[in-house]
């Protein structure tokens, strides 16, 4: 009995021994087999896949207490590309081989109380090949609790410090614990990711709420064996699993699946010590990014000397690209970048000696050589500046495009600085400001990195600002301040406000430019430091002695902070007293437009603005368009987390009529960031001074041309030096170029294109060799942009999302031309000789976006690839002549034998694999099966779905063969998508839609087209003055009186073959004649021919255009008699068909105004007989404006109405409203009270003002 109870006693106490918290005993030998796989896809049948699989045998063994070895064997490494079912992984031996020579090295790791410390591995083994032994050892990283079945914390992984979360539970037979760990790798407070080519464009918080463009999960479960010496994982499984989309992932998205799992196969004693080589720290458990510039994800060759390749590969695009655009060429120049990255400094100076002599192979070099992003493609520029031998144009467009690219380092900022000392910097104007605004371009990268951005980024700029104020030189104020808005760094604020007017200690008379751009320099810092600008903005905003412009200014930029309601609210009462209807105009228009916003980035401000416009509506709604105005518009989808938005402000003042600046921009919002796309402005300062003296005098006909040059070239007396126009662009929010239209600018031109202008012009040489004969050629690759974003996977393989975005123009133009009579002496005789140019060539473009997710190492790529090409190309070969003394002008265009595609868009997606191994032989399988089985079920929970496939294919061309070409469209489509899942299946897919130009057997043979035009006497036609002055009777009077000719003299017109309307004394003459004539040898003409016919009287003004079909047993004609008299009373006629008699249909438009009653304007159409598809085409429309009536708050009701005609009338109905009545044949639709932007009792002085008419 005694046995029996100490046998349970020790058994007790061996129980109670066993431990779960995971160790590793050091004089123990541990194997284990591991098998790590990762997969792209959609998740849908029969659509094609790609994928990679690790398999080996792992070993660990002790070396200390807290040090083991990790080595690998029996590695296996195998590819998936094709459809799932149908193909299996492949082994790759030779890629095996290259990853195992490296794998196979020991691998030394720290491992303490179930966590996985630093790593060693020997110096030869690469970064990729430690991350996937992370991978591996990932397993091993793990708390066990055994006092809590389930708990939270936070800690480092492969995936960054992230919070992990913990479930436990124990098997009471086998005492296994199982503990199943998931961790949250979406919010890691340090996440392993990286972004690259995004610093520009702006995060979007609020979009989150609207949805997710990638959602991850991972997961893993492990099986622990307790033991004495501590837990024993003898099975673990990894899962990890993220959904990808460029919309929202609700709408369908690529998938991707990484699962890895590690088996215990054996524990054993360790026989003796091991040994190993020298190795090195390579950092602890958090993946660690690889230098990746150079490994495209849509690319992949062989990278031995890639000097030699980069040489030959820019002289063979050079070549294919030279009398024509290429578009098969595009992967070479990706292939092309991913060289350049990897030539040393040495190699890109002995690229530039063998291709610099050349002037195509020098202008590609240059073109390609600014995606070599970091201290080598500074160090290539400032020897070119050092030696000088690029010249301006080069210097402008290398340097321009190599800092927007340049990584955004510490180490790249400092050596950008000395650009800005550098003597050739400052030899051309173009060249120095292009110096200044890209280092502000690059500060706002670095600051969009590095948070807090040091001030020593910035300084260089604020010295630059400081001394141009200092010795008041205010081009390069200008320069400064745009290059510190470039910049958008926080520390510059107090310099900025230096140059402001109420905000500085120490104001300073500045003339308006720069107080513009001082205040358009806080446009970045508003997103980084709102409070201070919004100080700032506000300041100015409530200074109502400064300038109109300036006080604007201040609100945009206010506007860019995102105001609370609070700050809104202060405006919305200041506003109320404010004395400068500019001011009021603009201010409540951005309001109003703003309350409209729908994109996430103005969700709460919207709002705020919405307050405000119903507080300010009934003082300042009915503002005109003669005030400054913002306006913005925009859209936005939540299925897609796409939207777009467009700005437009135009800034006056009470002075003057042009407007003093206008600008213009757009932003695109994408997954959760917003881009700002191309923006534009112009100030107009110095226009008044010389056009404000003879805007009197401007009769709106030719001879205010004669006025015009006259007053340009007084200009040569006026000394002064102020700019006349500025221009400014930017992209991406940085400005990057900047211009000033000065008093001399203009002189130049008049002296180089003048009348009196002689030989020694450069124009006058120009003709010279045009006479000779001229051949020019010009191509432009260039890489757009290319974003891309990396985050670690569980296997320790990257995961890659990117965008890259390339285009390649060009352009060959041969010319000669002939003058008769020559020219001897002055330019002006240009006017009065003839003519004749021959000319051929073509202009062309192909655009190729591609967008990648997988896994991209510099060994092998697996994922998913979207590709798509847009070419156009438009080949030429033409003769024309011109006479301008005769007004006559001829165009002969040869008719091409050959089909010509003008314009292609073609896409589609794949599953690709790509390695290092065989890099000419990528896998590519199209996602979509070419043959689409109709009958394929998903079986899911819950009821069975088909795919809805389609698989439309049209080919649509121009009727008319007189030309002997037509102009065709094909298109060819193939979907495969699922009802619950969109809208990416509407994407993927097969697309090809094609624009050609097709020759065609002609009704007889055509040689050549031929366009003429032949312009009349110019005595007659009305003025530009006279026309607006109709239009202003036209709403001042709202007199249209209809002016009806009675049916037997339109009938006696037609027979006499003059014009209807026009059967009086006076004789209608031609004002202009086109002519489109297919042309072959003997044959007579064919084709078309325009003619517009012209008769002033007193009181009358007749004209006509009629379109005939020239060419043999031909009758088809359409005439359009138009009658406008002097009172502004108008009809209008058409008919068309065989001579003008199987169409036609009128329209008249009169007012009436009875004794009493309020002013009236009716508008008529009416139709006797029109061809069924416009009929069909009308009867569309009358069945789409009920329900646009209703959206726009008209009313509407059933009555019969004549059957062929529509009529309207418009009532002045009080001061600033009018009555809106539109009548169809089956219904009437109205709506009263409309109001209209005209200032308060415009319409009122209208009703007292107008004649009595009647109809």
């Not at 010279?768 to 757009?784: A, D, M, Q, V």
């Not at 019969?1200 to 109905?1213: C, G, L, M, R």
Request: aromatic share 10%; with cysteine.
């Amino acid at each position: 009995m005694r046995g029996l109870v100490l046998c349970c006693l020790v058994a007790l106490a061996s129980c109670q021994s066993l431990r779960y918290d995971l160790s590793l005993n050091p004089k123990k030998t541990y194997e284990y087999k591991y098998e790590g796989l990762a997969n792209f896809g959609l998740g849908m049948p029969n659509l094609a896949e790609s994928g990679a699989k690790l398999t080996c045998k792992v070993k660990i063994v002790g070396v200390s207490a807290q040090t083991f070895l990790l080595q690998i064997s029996d590695l296996a490494f195998e590819e998936f590309n094709g459809f799932p079912g149908k193909n299996s992984f492949i082994a790759v031996p030779k890629l095996t081989q290259r990853i195992a020579a490296q794998l196979v090295k020991p691998f030394m790791f720290d491992f303490a109380a179930g966590h996985v410390g630093n790593i060693h591995a020997s110096a030869e083994v690469s970064d990729t090949v430690v991350n996937i032994i992370r991978g591996i050892l990932s397993f091993f990283h793990i708390t066990v609790k055994t006092t809590q079945r389930f708990y939270e914390l936070e800690e480092a992984g492969i995936h960054g410090m992230c919070q992990s979360n913990y479930a436990i539970d124990e098997n009471k037979e086998t005492r296994d614990m199982t503990i199943t760990q998931v961790v949250d790798v979406t919010n890691c407070r340090e996440k392993a990711e990286r972004y690259r080519g995004m610093a520009t464009t702006v995060l979007d918080n609020l979009s989150k709420k609207r949805g997710d463009s990638i959602v991850s999960t991972m997961r893993y479960v492990y099986t622990i064996k307790p033991t004495v010496e501590g837990g024993l994982i003898s099975k673990a499984h990894g899962l990890e699993q993220q959904h990808f989309s460029p919309f929202n992932v609700k709408g369908g998205s690529f998938k991707m699946k990484a699962t890895k799992e590690i088996v215990l196969l054996d524990v054993r004693d360790t026989p003796s010590a091991v040994t190993y080589g020298p190795m090195k720290n390579r950092g602890n458990i958090i993946y660690k990014f690889v230098e990746a510039g150079a490994h495209i994800p849509i690319v992949m060759q062989n990278q031995d000397d890639a000097v030699s390749k980069a040489v030959e590969l820019i002289k063979h695009l050079a070549e294919t690209n030279k009398y024509q655009i290429d578009s098969a060429t595009t992967e070479e120049a990706m292939k092309l970048y991913q060289l350049l990255r990897l030539v040393p400094y040495e190699g890109i100076e002995v690229m530039w000696k063998q291709l610099a002599a050349n002037d195509e192979y020098r202008r590609w070099f240059l073109d390609t050589i600014v995606e070599v992003n970091d201290a080598r493609i500074l160090k290539f520029l400032q020897m070119r500046f050092q030696i000088g031998d690029l010249s301006a144009s080069e210097a402008f467009q290398t340097l321009l495009l190599a800092f927007n690219h340049l990584d955004a380092i510490p180490e790249l900022i400092e050596m950008a600085k000395m650009f800005l000392n550098l003597p050739y910097s400052r030899s051309n104007i173009f060249v120095w400001h292009t110096v200044a605004l890209s280092y502000g371009s690059l500060v706002n990268k670095h600051c969009a990195y590095y948070t807090p951005c040091p001030v020593s980024a910035v300084q260089p700029l604020l010295d630059f600002a400081m001394d141009s104020l200092n010795n008041n030189n205010e081009e390069n104020i200008v320069l400064s301040l745009k290059a510190l808005g470039n910049a958008g760094h926080p520390g510059s604020i107090k310099t900025i406000m230096r140059f402001l007017p109420g905000v500085s200690a120490n104001p300073v008379d500045l003339p308006p430019r720069v107080l513009s751009a001082a205040v358009q320099s806080l446009r970045l810092i508003a997103a980084r430091d709102p409070h201070s600008v919004q100080d700032i903005t506000m300041s100015l905003y409530l200074q109502k002695d400064l300038p109109a412009e300036l006080r604007m200014l201040a609100i945009m930029i206010l506007f860019e902070t995102k105001p609370p309601m609070a700050l809104v609210s202060t405006v919305t009462a200041h506003l109320q007293e404010e004395k400068d209807l500019h001011v009021v105009s603009f201010v409540y228009s951005y309001l109003r437009s703003m309350a409209k916003s729908k994109t996430p980035d103005n969700q709460h401000l919207s709002t705020a603005c919405n307050v405000a416009v119903k507080i300010l509506a009934p003082k300042f709604g009915r503002l005109t368009y003669r005030y400054s105005k913002a306006m913005r518009v925009d859209w936005y989808n939540d299925d897609l987390l796409l939207g777009t938005a467009a700005e437009f402000f135009m800034l006056r003042n009470a002075t003057e009529m042009i407007p003093t600046e206008i600008m213009m921009k757009g932003k695109l919002y994408f997954i959760g960031r917003i881009l700002q796309l191309m923006e534009m402005g112009i100030r107009a300062d110095g226009i008044k001074d010389i056009f404000g003296s003879i805007i009197s005098k401007l009769k709106g006909d030719v001879s205010d041309f004669q006025t015009i040059y006259q007053q340009l070239r007084n200009l040569e007396s006026q000394n002064s030096d102020k700019p006349l126009l500025n221009f400014y662009s930017r992209a991406s929010g940085q400005e990057w170029f900047y211009a000033d239209v000065n008093r001399e600018f203009i002189r130049k031109i008049i002296n180089l294109v003048g009348p009196s202008t002689g030989k020694d012009s450069s124009v006058w040489t120009f003709i010279e060799n045009l006479h000779k004969g001229i051949s020019w050629h010009w191509t432009k690759p260039f890489l757009i942009f290319e974003t891309r974003y990396f985050q670690a996977s569980t296997l320790g393989l990257p995961l890659e999302i990117s965008k890259y975005y390339y285009a390649l123009s060009g352009i060959t133009v041969n010319a000669k031309a002939a003058i008769n009579p020559p020219l001897t002496d002055r330019l002006a005789q240009v006017l009065t000789s003839e003519i004749s140019l021959e000319t051929d060539g073509f202009v062309g473009c192909t655009k190729d976006i591609w967008l990648s997710y997988g896994i991209n190492t510099e060994l092998f790529q697996s994922g998913v690839e979207f590709k798509s090409k847009i070419p156009y190309s438009i080949p030429w070969k033409l003769a024309a002549k011109v006479n301008v003394r005769e007004r006559k002008f001829q165009l002969d265009i040869p008719l091409s034998k050959k089909e010509v595609e003008l314009f292609t868009v073609s896409s589609d997606v794949y599953a690709v694999s790509r390695n290092i191994e065989a890099p000419t032989s990528p896998k590519m399988t199209p996602m979509m099966p070419k043959a689409i089985d109709s009958n394929n079920e998903i079986v899911r929970k819950g009821p069975t779905i088909r795919p809805n496939n389609w698989h439309p294919m049209a080919k649509m061309c121009t009727e008319k063969n007189i030309y002997g070409a037509v102009v065709c469209v094909e298109s060819e489509l193939r979907r495969a998508y699922y009802h619950e899942e969109y809208p990416l299946y509407y994407l993927l897919g097969y697309t090809n839609v094609a624009l050609k130009a097709v020759p065609v057997q002609a009704n007889k043979p055509v040689d050549k087209i031929r366009f003429e035009v032949n312009v009349g006497p110019s005595q007659y036609p009305t003025s530009t003055r006279e026309l607006l002055e109709t239009l202003m009777r036209l709403s001042k009077e709202a007199t249209l009186k209809a002016q009806l000719s009675s049916d037997s003299e339109s009938s006696e017109a037609e027979l006499n073959g003059t014009p209807a309307g026009m059967a009086s004394n006076s004789t209608p003459a031609a004002v202009f004649n086109i002519r489109v004539l297919a042309l072959s040898g003997n044959h007579k003409p064919e084709g078309y021919e325009t003619a517009v016919f012209y008769t002033p009287e007193s009181s009358l003004k007749n004209s006509q255009l009629i379109v005939s079909q020239v060419g043999d047993n031909t009758n088809w004609k359409m005439c359009m008699d138009l009658e406008l008299d002097g009172r502004a009373e108008a009809k209008a006629h058409l008919r068309w068909g065989a001579e003008c008699q199987s169409f036609d249909m009128s329209l008249r438009a009169n007012t009436a105004r009875l004794p009493g009653s309020k002013p009236t304007l009716r508008a008529k159409v009416h139709w006797n007989r029109i061809p069924e598809t416009m009929a069909e085409f009308f009867r569309g429309i009358e069945a789409y404006i009920p329900g646009m009536a209703f959206l726009l708050g008209f009313n509407q009701q059933h009555e019969i109405n004549p059957t062929q005609e529509v009529a309207a009338s418009v009532v002045v109905a009080s001061a600033d409203s009018l009555d809106l009545r539109i009548q169809l044949p089956q219904y009437t639709v109205y709506r009263q009270s409309i109001p209209v932007p005209l200032p308060r009792g415009s319409l009122l002085e209208l009703q007292l003002n107008t004649r009595n008419t009647t109809m």
